[in-house]
């Protein structure tokens, strides 16, 4: 087995190297789980990103969406006080 480091010892990078040194020491299973684990958080981090993303381009269309919709019935506006200027 591994050795592990004393609790109070403290040095840059140490909880990652405790980290690394944890999983070196798993079993297979616990090992196999801690994987799945990993694969799990970086599913939901890309989901996350993934509803993120969608939400600032539907904002975004939807912007743009209502500034087009402000400019057409300013256009129409406009042709219609010129038709009546007529």
Known sequence: MIST??????????KEAAET???A???KKDYIAY???LDNLRDLASLAFSI???QK???KSV????NEAKKSVQ???NEAKEAILE
């Open 52 to 54: 993120e993303y969608t």
């Open 75 to 77: 256009e129409a506006q």
């Open 21 to 23: 040194l944890r999983v």
């Open 57 to 59: 381009w539907a904002e």
């Open 5 to 14: 480091a004393k609790k109070d010892f403290k040095a840059a990078g140490l």
């Open 63 to 66: 912007q743009e969406a209502q």
């Open 35 to 37: 994987q799945k684990h």
């Open 25 to 27: 020491n798993m079993n």
